[in-house]
């Protein structure tokens, strides 16, 4: 066992003393096979880092088996969130990790020759598992951080646009009107009818016109939520004008069986339902 140990540490120390020239060997593999990345490398930077700092799952294989406490995963998070920051392809990134497990192994194959240790056929399958479960554990915390940040990015941006989609427009102190352009599915739907009664409640709104003139399409989940919207704003004391529904929607109520009750007026068109909105207010 203390044998082996060595030999590993002694590994460690080949990788590390190598560095430069198997980062050197792998920078013109890259460059003599695979041209794009080359070029997607030196673009953002990346070549120019690596030439002068080394390969990095090189390094982090050499550190791991020099100090099992070295942190793979943080080492593995903190590259992929950079390369996610400049938007590095992650299937690029699984290349590069690719084409330098062949260098490790090539480094692996030096070390043997040079230190001429003759080892069984355990010792071999050993070693081969031991470097690859620390290379696997590398790209898998890259791929977990990478995803999870570009996860968290969308989701900002999502949220950033579901609140621009939902644009509440006070006409007056007790007047909003609600424009629905584009298509509506579920998840939308869901997110307008959050953010209207939020902020029906904030603008303590008596009225509410909602055109859905500029809405092509929608199923029936949507146009249950549509109602939600009005069955929840008139529990805020707020009163609703539906603008703009068109046959097929007409139709998908008709299915539903929805009924507009008194306390929801519709209106063709826009100017008709601010005309009422005129009226309301003389009166």
């Known amino acids: ?19 430069s020239f198997y980062t050197n060997e792998w920078l013109n593999y890259i460059e003599n096979t695979k041209g794009y990345l080359t070029s997607l490398l030196k673009e953002t930077g990346k070549w120019t880092t690596i030439v002068k700092e080394g390969n990095p799952l090189l390094k982090c294989v050499a550190n791991y088996i020099l100090d099992s406490n070295s942190d793979i995963v943080m080492t593995a998070a903190k590259i992929s969130e950079e390369h996610a920051k400049i938007d590095f392809p992650i299937h690029l990134a699984w290349e590069l990790f690719q084409s330098t497990r062949g260098i490790i192994w090539n480094a692996v194959k030096s070390f043997y020759i040079e230190t001429e240790i003759d080892l069984d056929m355990k010792d071999c399958f050993d070693m081969e598992r031991y ?3 620390i290379i696997d554990q590398f790209v898998e915390a890259y791929t977990s951080s990478y995803v999870s940040y570009k996860d968290n990015l969308l989701r900002s941006q999502r949220e950033t646009v579901d609140e621009l989609s939902v644009p509440i427009i006070p006409l007056s102190a007790k007047v909003c009107i609600l424009p629905i352009v584009g298509n509506v599915d579920t998840y ?19 009225k509410l016109i909602i055109d859905i003139s500029g809405v092509p399409y929608v199923d029936t989940a949507v146009v249950n939520h549509l109602f939600k919207i009005v069955k929840g704003i008139k529990f805020l004391g707020c009163s609703t004008i539906i603008v703009g529904i068109g046959p097929e929607i007409a139709d998908t109520m008709i299915e539903l069986g929805i009924e507009i009750d008194k306390e929801i007026k519709t209106k063709a068109t826009l100017q008709q339902a601010l005309q009422d909105m005129l009226f309301f207010h003389r009166n």
Request: cysteine-free.
């Open 188 to 206: 939308r739907a869901k997110k307008i009818r959050e953010r209207t009664l939020l902020r029906i409640s904030e603008l303590k709104s008596q």
């Open 131 to 133: 470097i690859n479960d």
């Open 1 to 19: 066992m203390e044998h082996a140990v060595n030999l590993k540490i002694d590994l460690g120390k080949f990788i590390n003393s190598n560095l």
